[in-house]
């Protein structure tokens, strides 16, 4: 079972995106808009794990961990990717929940994916979209919980399944 590590990005910072990105099947005919009801940041890939092995160590390294101030906040992108970025506050605010997760802070961009090239673009296809959301700014949240998600393959794209939830703290960090 393919497995990951994640924040979920909630619906009012969703709802304040989507208004700047393509609905599905109105982009570019070699991108597809990702599904916003599945906008997440991912702290780790586990890749093919065992998920009760996974969801114990999530339990005992991440539980109750102060949770960072997030905002979706401009553009980026990587091959194949455009995506938009997440401004975290404090700013080294997710390096703990990272390094917890499994994952390698010094490695993290912290972003949402919004568009992903079609495997066969086909032609006219615009090989450097246009990012609309850029200058975006949304409502800052802090997340409640990190979810270990199951992705599982499938037409259209991967689906993903939430394997456990592991609640974050409440207290309030600067």
Do not use: I
């Amino acid at each position: 079972m393919r497995l990951f590590t994640a924040l979920w990005v909630p619906p009012d910072a969703t709802s304040a995106l989507v208004l700047d990105v393509p609905a599905p099947g109105a982009e570019d005919p070699g991108w597809t808009a990702v599904d916003p009801d599945t906008w997440h940041v991912t702290l780790a890939f586990h890749g093919e794990a065992d998920p009760g092995v996974l969801a114990r160590q999530l339990d005992g390294a991440v539980h109750g961990a102060l949770a960072p101030r997030l905002r979706l906040a401009g553009s980026g992108s990587f091959p194949g990717v455009r995506w938009a970025g997440v401004e975290v506050r404090p700013a080294g605010g997710m390096a703990g929940l990272v390094e917890a997760a499994g994952g390698d802070p010094s490695r993290l961009v912290a972003h949402v994916t919004v568009l992903r090239r079609r495997a066969r673009p086909g032609p006219g296809a615009d090989p450097d979209p246009a990012t609309p959301w850029c200058g975006h700014r949304g409502p800052w949240w802090r997340p409640a919980e990190v979810l270990l998600v199951a992705s599982e393959p499938g037409r259209g794209g991967a689906r993903y399944r939430v394997v456990h939830r592991v609640p974050l703290g409440t207290a309030v960090t600067a």
